[in-house]
């Protein structure tokens, strides 16, 4: 049996319809199955009023880690003497309220309680003249 390439008009033609479509899929997916990978030590929960996250953080005191809150983008990480390394962020689909928000640390678990941002209407009614 004898196989040949096509000649290099044809091959653009055929190969590139069928990748064009998949962007970055392939790559989003790798990086979507590491993180997930990474992160499998978490849960995640929710209700009316607010957002439940727990972590398996073993090795990490409460005073090595870190909490920050902007918006709806929560990041963990531990500081530079803590004997162990840990980095995470995560993304709530609502605001979070850091003023009404706890966290506790208890045998290793994180357990993150972040309340809900109540959205403001801050709409104005324009008359028509």
């Given at each position: 049996m004898f196989f040949t390439t096509?000649?290099?008009?044809?091959q653009s033609s055929v190969c590139r319809p069928a990748f064009a479509h998949g962007g970055r899929?392939?790559?989003?997916?790798?990086?979507?199955?590491?993180l997930s990978a990474r992160h499998?030590?978490?849960?995640?929960?929710?209700?009316d009023t607010s957002f439940t996250l727990s972590l398996d953080v073993p090795g990490?005191?409460?005073q090595h880690l870190r909490i920050a809150i902007d918006?709806?983008?929560?990041?963990?990480?531990?500081?530079?003497?803590?004997?162990?390394?840990?980095?995470?962020?995560?993304e709530f689909p609502q605001e979070v309220d850091s003023a009404q928000s706890e966290a506790t640390l208890d045998n290793g678990v994180l357990t993150l309680k972040l309340a809900k941002k109540v959205p403001v209407d801050?709409?104005?009614?324009l008359p028509i003249q």
């Open positions: 096509a000649p290099a008009a044809f899929a392939v790559e989003r997916f790798l990086n979507d199955a590491l499998s030590g978490a849960t995640y929960t929710q209700d990490i005191a409460k918006g709806a983008v929560i990041r963990i990480h531990s500081k530079d003497d803590a004997p162990r390394r840990y980095h995470a962020a995560y801050t709409s104005a009614e």
